[in-house]
Structures are given as structure tokens and as C-alpha cells.
């Protein structure tokens, strides 16, 4: 079951297009019921979940792959190129953020979703005041900031439920540890 | 669950959303002069006083603006999101209405930030 390379491999790859493909359904869900309030970049992000959970199991290398993917077909598919230029800014930066916190090892997946969720706003706000090229975007930020401390929030709870619920053997066959990994 | 780092980061992420917010309202200001700029360039200028639409043809995109009663919306815009016309009025300095599929900006100025341009 825990077989060193070949196997273990083959076995991640095929999990990790299983999270992708589920990944792009949640942000096709986000296309679909888009809840705006009158304020652009305001999301739940529900498609940061499976990020997070495959950034526990899988490690960084597949969740940049995952995202990647994720965010470009979504952009072929639904939210469209220009969209998909947002989405990578904000995509890539949340996940870099997450990682980093993640690997001092102080966070739980609370505190590491929260900052995600603020790093993707900034992401897509620096995207998006380069773009039409005025500083005067960023009085959006506290709003975008709010925005993402909340929705982090609340996708680190549901996060923190899922890793605790999947079994013990998926950590092993991606050769993570559930107990030393575990967020508490 | 949570710890105690994760507390200790929400209060700073806190701390300064509320900072900012308190800086970017400490420089508001009714305004009077209405500006539109396309992809970065200028594309005119009006006063917040008189009323008027104007309509925005620039790359293929079509967005409809209008100043009523001393206040500026995005009344039609041809983009997907239509984020911009929901917004609604914008009356203050530090506000602005964002177009990012179009890329329309609209902002509003105060009456001597033109002034201090030319008398510096």
C-alpha cells in the first residue's frame, strides 16, 4: 500500500485530476450562483477548499498543478480569459501565502485559509489596479479584506472537517502522515 | 482548532482593514469634477454639477454614464459581470466606479486638486 516510487506515483497523479476535476466543479457552481453584492471581487471561494485539503495530503508541487489547471479551464469554459487572468494573479498568490504559512507549522487550517482568502483578494486587487492603471482601486481594499478574512474563515472550518474525516489510508498512500500533518 | 497564531493574525489582518478604512475616509470630500478614464488614458472630464449622460464608445464596449444631481452611476455598461452597474451613485472624492471587462475607471475629484497641479 505504501509502495516507495511507481505505484505512489500513479496513485497521486490520479487523485490529484480527481481534485482538479472537482475543483473546476466548485468554481463552476461560483460561475453559476454568483451571490454580488455590488462590489467586484467578493467570493466565497468555495474552489479554495479542495486547494486546501490537496495542500494536506498532496503537497504544494500537485496543488499548484490543481490550481493551474483548475483556473484555466474555468477560464476556457466560464469565467472567460480575462477572468482567468484574475483568477491566476489571486490563485497563485493565496497559494503561495498558504504554503508558507503552513510549512512554520503555527497555523491551523483556520488561520492559513483566512490568510489565503486575503492574499487572493489582494492578488486580483494588484491584478486588477495594473490593469486600468490607477491607485485608486485600493479603496476597495478594506472591503476586499473583510471579505477574505470571513470567507478564509469559513473555508478553514469546513476544511478542518474534511481532513479530519478522510481516512488515514489516503494520507499514507501520499506518504503524509495524518497525525503529525493534522491541523488541531 | 484554532490557535493562537491564527488569533494573533486575524487581529492584525483586523487592525488594518480598520486603519485603512479610517485613513481612506479621512481624505473624503463631496467632489466636483467627474473623470473617466479608458484603459488608463484620460477620456474627458465633466462637473459633478451639471447634469448629463455620456456614453463611452471606445474597443468594442459600450457604457453608459450618468451625472444627476450631483452624483455619478454607471447606468448601462455592455460587460459581464455588470458589478459596475449595480454599484449605483458615487458622490465622494475617495470613491470611484470600476469597469474592469471595459476597463473604465470613473473617479471623482475635488475642485482644487487642479489648482495645486498647476500652482506646484
Known amino acids: ?184 | 482548532m484554532i490557535r493562537k497564531a491564527d488569533i494573533i493574525l486575524a487581529v492584525i489582518l483586523i487592525v488594518l482593514g480598520l486603519a485603512a478604512s479610517y485613513a481612506l475616509s479621512a481624505g473624503e470630500e463631496s467632489g466636483q469634477m467627474v473623470r473617466i478614464t479608458v484603459a488608463g488614458e484620460e477620456y474627458a472630464t465633466y462637473s459633478l454639477a451639471e447634469d448629463r449622460t455620456v456614453t463611452v464608445d471606445k474597443d468594442n464596449h459600450t457604457n453608459k454614464i450618468t451625472i444627476k444631481d450631483g452624483a455619478v452611476s454607471m447606468t448601462f455598461s455592455d460587460c459581464k459581470g455588470q458589478d459596475c452597474v449595480h454599484q449605483g451613485k458615487i458622490t465622494k472624492t475617495s470613491q470611484s466606479i470600476v469597469c474592469l471587462p471595459n476597463k473604465i475607471v470613473i473617479e471623482i475629484e475635488g475642485e482644487n486638486q487642479e489648482y495645486d497641479a498647476i500652482s506646484r
Open chain 1, 1 to 184: 500500500m505504501t509502495g516507495k516510487s511507481g505505484q505512489t506515483t500513479a496513485y497521486k497523479i490520479a487523485l490529484a485530476s480527481m481534485m482538479a476535476a472537482l475543483a473546476l466543479i466548485f468554481s463552476y457552481i461560483e460561475a453559476l450562483i454568483p451571490f454580488s453584492i455590488g462590489i467586484p471581487g467578493i467570493k466565497l471561494g468555495i474552489a479554495n477548499l479542495v486547494i486546501l485539503v490537496s495542500l494536506y495530503i498532496l503537497g504544494f508541487g500537485y496543488t499548484l498543478a490543481i490550481n493551474v489547471i483548475r483556473i484555466l479551464v474555468a477560464g476556457l469554459l466560464f469565467n472567460g480569459l480575462f477572468g482567468a487572468l484574475y483568477s491566476l494573479a489571486g490563485g497563485l498568490l493565496s497559494l503561495a501565502v498558504m504554503y508558507l504559512l503552513k510549512k512554520t507549522g503555527l497555523f491551523s487550517t483556520v488561520g492559513i485559509s483566512m490568510a489565503g482568502g486575503v492574499a487572493h483578494n489582494l492578488g486580483q486587487l494588484l491584478t486588477a489596479a495594473f490593469l486600468v492603471s490607477t491607485i485608486k482601486l485600493f479603496f476597495y481594499f478594506p472591503v476586499l479584506l473583510f471579505s477574505g478574512i470571513i470567507s478564509g474563515i469559513l473555508i478553514g472550518i469546513i476544511t478542518h472537517l474534511i481532513l479530519k474525516k478522510l481516512p488515514a489510508s489516503l494520507y499514507a498512500a501520499t506518504g503524509r502522515a495524518k497525525n503529525s500533518k493534522k491541523p488541531d
